[in-house]
């Protein structure tokens, strides 16, 4: 049963792990973040501030709510959103601003909290990666507003393909519901429960953005190993950040003391005074055995918003606010190997490779 008991079950215990007092499963980030907007009221005509610096999805969703995303730039230590280049990106039709916590290191949710009560628009945290991270103490997801998790296979927690948004707004939780389903009134949960006759009515065109009970059941097995493998990550992220101390050319993760990381990915940038680009590094890594990946690309770039077909984009993205840090953290970072099963030994074999390829 689409929207059965265990999608019901792991939505409860998906709230009680980040501390929101309603989850609402859907089939994936992008279609939560799709539905967090139209919750937010961002309408055709509007723009929402995003970061250009991210994965693809963040921008797509303005689009598939015939909106448009007006490109930020981020801050060239942690990747994110800049809130004071996110406020310049503000204008008259400016409904929302969606911050992303990229690679699972948390965005400035205080600033961006002032920000959005200052200029009047929605705060919609793009919260795909960020499962477990925290912020002044408190986990992602347990701040109020609307954020979206991600459970896609790639993601620290998976259910092959899924998402998952927190709210403490009752009302808000109950339209999301309604919008993932078609729009239909009663669950099939509670219809199916029910003793009496209930038929259900269509209130609003809307999508399936179902989970399924499948998917919520390996779900709910993946919250119970969350500790172990954010344990697991960070003891790796730490012997990496030591060793990168003896590695000048190579800069390691920002890591503000007032925010946990939960280290889905470990994002290091080269610096421009090394002997080699990011993608001759790559290259010579890959021919030690070493696969690396690039680091995040900026949205702004892709043929999708570049091209003649995005002229908005352009004038919305190049006219105000410049892109510097987005485009050259897109050319000089890279994400080295971390993953729980990640051996000592391997990791120390990843370092040596580094080292000896920049200090020939
Ligand atoms: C992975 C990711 C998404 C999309 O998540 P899906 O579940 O694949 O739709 C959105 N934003 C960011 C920043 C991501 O990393």
Same mark, same amino acid.
């Given at each position: ?8 079950a ?12 309603h ?43 015939g909106?448009?995303?007006?490109f ?74 609307l954020?979206?998790f ?10 092959g ?16 519901r ?63 950040? +030591?060793? %990168? ?5 190579? #800069?390691?993760? =920002? /890591?503000?003391? @007032? $925010? !946990? ?7 290091v ?23 690396t990946r690039r680091?995040?690309?900026?949205a ?26 987005t485009?050259?953290?897109?050319? +000089?970072s %890279? ?5 729980? #099963?990640?051996? =000592? /030994?391997?990791? @120390? $074999? !990843? ?5 000896s390829?920049?200090?020939?």
């Amino acid at each position: 049963m689409a929207q059965g008991p265990r999608v019901a079950a792991f939505e409860a215990a998906f709230a009680e792990a980040v501390g929101a007092d309603h989850a609402v499963a859907v089939s994936s980030c992008t279609a939560g973040l799709h539905l967090c907007l139209l919750a937010a009221g961002v309408a055709p005509g509007d723009e929402v501030v995003v970061p250009s610096l991210s994965f693809v999805a963040t921008a797509n969703v303005v689009r598939h709510c015939g909106a448009v995303p007006v490109f930020a730039d981020v801050d060239p230590r942690s990747y994110n959103l800049d809130p004071a280049a996110a406020e310049a990106a503000i204008g008259p039709r400016t409904r929302a601003v969606m911050p992303a916590h990229q690679v699972g290191l948390p965005a400035d949710l205080h600033e961006f909290q002032e920000l959005a009560e200052r200029r009047g628009v929605a705060l919609i945290e793009d919260a795909a990666c960020a499962v477990g991270a925290e912020y002044r103490g408190r986990p992602i997801g347990s701040r109020g507003g609307l954020a979206c998790f991600s459970l896609h296979a790639r993601k620290l927690i998976t259910t092959g393909e899924g998402g998952m948004i927190t709210t403490d707004d009752e009302e808000v939780a109950a339209r999301l519901r309604r919008l993932r389903h078609q729009g239909m009134s009663v669950s099939d949960l509670a219809r199916h429960s029910a003793t009496d006759l209930v038929f259900e009515t269509y209130d609003e065109v809307a999508y399936n953005y179902r989970m399924t009970d499948l998917q919520a059941a390996l779900g709910l097995c993946q919250l119970e190993v969350l500790d172990d493998i954010l344990t697991a990550r960070r003891r790796l992220a730490d012997r990496y950040g +030591e060793a %990168l101390e003896a590695i000048d050319l190579v #800069e390691a993760p =920002d /890591a503000p003391p @007032d $925010r !946990v990381h939960n280290w889905q990915s470990y994002l290091v940038r080269l610096s421009p005074a090394a002997p080699l680009s990011r993608d001759e590094l790559m290259q010579v890594l890959l021919e030690d055995g070493i696969s690396t990946r690039r680091g995040i690309q900026g949205a702004h770039a892709e043929p999708a918003y570049a091209g003649e077909g995005g002229a908005p984009h352009r004038i919305a993205s190049f006219g105000p606010v410049p892109l510097a840090n987005t485009e050259a953290l897109a050319a +000089e970072s %890279l994400q080295l190997p971390l993953y729980p #099963e990640l051996e =000592d /030994a391997q990791q @120390d $074999r !990843v370092i040596a490779s580094l080292r000896s390829r920049l200090e020939p």
